[in-house]
């Protein structure tokens, strides 16, 4: 095939692939155009996850008309005019790239009025051409209406995921660019209704608050903008959660370096040093930081979505936001703990005769209603996992299994309980030790599954419960009411950020519900390549996780028979959700092995 120029309408395309990934892309894109014109409202609707449409409105600068179809032309830009610019960037936007991207892949209409000019004008174009132009009345500023993106890429439109996912994703960028705008009223419209709004005050903790809620904003610690005295240009400002808020990853570390939100792992990483030792491992800080810096000593020139940047001296930025954020940990009361000696045999053996005689006692009858054998026994298990209610009891006979022949379970007859931990059960072949907290997870996951076919019991609580979430965890909950509430939530929007909560399984128990519902939104937001089926597996498995039978919980021998009568049920009884065994088998044949017998 011989070298050749390709066509426009082809380069166009290419080079849009760089700027327009998905929906987010092009809002992203367009509320950096409305904050380089220096909107102080803008504006954000969405309709099919952005697919379908995407308008950004604001009252910035607008374009002049004699202007507007040339911001449509690639490498069109009122921003810098010679490469010495690219030295000192001081605006979001400067390649001249975006409009002319979005336009390539989708149907635009742009309705722009300059402060200077009496009446506006009206483009309308399709991949890439302007097919219409006429002078339109409208106030000042522009409003850019995106439609049907990618409608002449159809292979790039098949690897859009679900609504609700591209949603999360315009969300995400929205609430990035609240924060760091606070005197800019954003407002955030999905499929019709307003979902987020901040007051544009210029106030900080008002736009945190209506992104994380008032809950976890009421744990974050302020960040004073002080200059470093190693890096006396750069300035670390923002907040950053207290040692008792944490999360299960770090997609909580939100960077902003002039305000431009950035990905950079050595920053992330700077921001969890600061907290060793005070977070347990695996757990993660939540941090909103604004780096404040020379734009010289930062280039942003080297990705095509300009999240990652380059730093003149990154070791001295590291060390700069790691200071800085501890020593806003500093001005806090640490939790302190005395260092025990290590336990003498003598007090391992006393902790055990307690133990023993706790499991004996345990045993010996049945627990009243809601009452947990736990109760006889705690001290050496209180750093264990937390306590969940135990299998409740089921008059009706478990249906009958339609699982293969070889992954169904004998009958089993329970013998007892080792280590708070296994059960050990006695079938026809052999000896089975079952892990409690991997069984119950088995058991929950089925029913919850299968509740189409039988509703799972629900518990009503006496008075509804608000529970605030926040912005963005607020959102993912709304994406997954239906599977929720087939788990037992029954819960309703209740405000911005909010929800009420009214039925909880009737397995949960004593456990927070708002905890369980931020733990679950948080996975989740980590699953979030996830689509239909797989994801409402994932959510389900997640609830099993947290409501099963923990390790460290002592179960009665009533209980015990219980729990392993559920699982003979299980149409996939020998692994938990996330594929980990339920349970180890040893036949009778090596039980006589292991003790010489064989041929005795």
């Known amino acids: 095939m011989p070298i050749q120029i390709l066509p426009p309408d082809v380069a166009d395309k290419i080079a849009a692939g760089e700027v327009v990934e998905r929906p987010a892309s092009v809002v992203k894109e367009l509320i950096e155009n409305s904050l380089d014109a220096g909107a102080t409202d803008i504006r954000v609707e969405i309709a099919d996850g952005g697919k379908r449409l995407i308008r950004v409105i604001d009252n910035g600068r607008g374009i002049p008309a004699a202007e507007a179809p040339l911001a449509f032309q690639r490498h069109a830009t009122s921003k810098i005019r010679s490469a010495e610019e690219l030295e000192r960037i001081a605006t979001l936007g400067f390649r001249g790239e975006a409009l002319a991207a979005i336009s390539a892949v989708s149907k635009v209409t742009l309705i722009t009025r300059s402060r200077e000019e009496p009446v506006g004008v009206e483009l309308k174009l399709e991949g890439s051409k302007i097919i219409s132009q006429?002078?339109?009345?409208?106030?000042?500023?522009?409003?850019?209406?995106?439609?049907?993106?990618?409608?002449?890429?159809?292979?790039?439109?098949?690897?859009?995921?679900?609504?609700?996912?591209?949603?999360?994703?315009?969300?995400k960028i929205v609430t990035r660019y609240a924060l760091a705008y606070p005197e800019v009223r954003f407002s955030y419209v999905a499929e019709?209704?307003?979902?987020?709004?901040t007051p544009g005050t210029g106030d900080r903790m008002a736009a945190l608050v209506k992104v994380y809620g008032?809950?976890?904003?009421?744990?974050?610690?302020?960040?004073?903008?002080?200059?470093?005295?190693?890096?006396p240009d750069v300035r670390v400002s923002g907040f950053v959660s207290a040692p008792t808020l944490h999360r299960a990853n770090r997609s909580y570390i939100e960077l902003f370096v002039n305000r431009r939100y950035i990905q950079d792992r050595?920053?992330?990483?700077?921001?969890?040093?600061?907290?060793h030792t005070l977070l347990m491992t695996g757990r993660y800080p939540v941090a909103v930081l604004f780096i404040d810096m020379p734009s010289e000593l930062v280039d942003v020139n080297v990705h095509p979505t300009k999240t990652e940047v380059r730093f003149r001296e990154p070791s001295l930025l590291f060390r700069a936001v790691q200071r800085t954020v501890h020593r806003a940990l500093q001005g806090q009361a640490p939790v302190t703990r005395e260092l025990q000696p290590p336990p003498s045999p003598e007090d391992y053996r006393g902790q055990w005769a307690a133990r023993r005689e706790a499991l004996m006692r345990a045993g010996q009858h049945d627990p009243a209603p809601g009452q947990l054998a736990m109760d006889l026994y705690r001290s050496d298990l209180a750093s264990r996992e937390e306590e969940t209610?135990?299998?409740r009891r089921e008059e009706a006979a478990p249906p009958p299994s339609t699982s293969p022949p070889g992954h169904r379970l004998p009958p089993l007859r329970p013998v007892g309980q080792i280590a708070a931990t296994y059960l050990i059960a006695e079938g026809p072949d052999g000896m089975y030790l079952i892990d409690q907290h991997a069984a119950h997870e088995r058991i929950l996951y089925e029913k919850i599954m299968k509740a189409d076919?039988?509703?799972?019991?629900?518990?009503?609580?006496?008075?509804?419960?608000?529970?605030?979430?926040?912005?963005?965890?607020?959102?993912?909950?709304?994406?997954?009411?239906?599977?929720?509430?087939?788990?037992?939530?029954?819960?309703?929007?209740?405000?911005?950020?909010?929800?009420?909560?009214?039925?909880v399984p009737a397995f949960m128990g004593h456990q927070d519900p708002q905890a369980l519902l931020e733990e679950v939104a948080e996975g989740l937001a980590r699953r979030a390549d996830l689509v239909d089926k797989a994801r409402e597996e994932?959510?389900?498995?997640?609830?099993?996780k947290r409501l099963a039978i923990k390790a460290g919980q002592i179960?009665?021998?009533?209980?015990?028979?219980?729990?392993?009568?559920?699982?003979?049920?299980?149409?996939?009884?020998?692994t938990c959700p996330h594929g980990r065994p339920t349970m180890l088998h040893l036949s009778a044949a090596a039980l006589e092995k292991q003790f010489g017998r064989l041929g005795a």
């Not at 019709?192 to 709004?197: A, I, K």
């Not at 974050?220 to 190693?230: E, H, I, Q, R």
């Not at 994932?538 to 099993?544: G, K, P, S």
């Not at 209980?559 to 009884?573: D, F």
């Open 134 to 171: 006429r002078p339109m009345g409208a106030p000042p500023g522009t409003s850019l209406t995106v439609a049907h993106l990618f409608w002449n890429t159809p292979a790039r439109k098949k690897f859009l995921k679900s609504n609700a996912t591209e949603a999360g994703h315009i969300s």
């Open 192 to 197: 019709g209704r307003l979902t987020f709004q």
């Open 214 to 231: 008032a809950e976890v904003a009421g744990q974050m610690l302020a960040v004073d903008a002080t200059s470093d005295p190693v890096t």
């Open 266 to 275: 050595n920053l992330t990483f700077a921001v969890v040093q600061a907290y």
């Open 389 to 391: 209610p135990l299998v």
């Open 453 to 503: 076919q039988q509703p799972m019991p629900k518990q009503q609580l006496l008075q509804p419960i608000p529970i605030e979430l926040g912005t963005e965890l607020a959102g993912l909950i709304a994406e997954h009411l239906d599977a929720l509430n087939k788990s037992g939530f029954e819960i309703e929007p209740f405000g911005e950020g909010s929800y009420l909560l009214r039925t």
């Open 538 to 544: 994932a959510l389900v498995t997640m609830i099993c």
């Open 555 to 574: 179960l009665s021998v009533a209980e015990q028979r219980e729990l392993i009568r559920q699982l003979e049920a299980c149409e996939n009884p020998r």
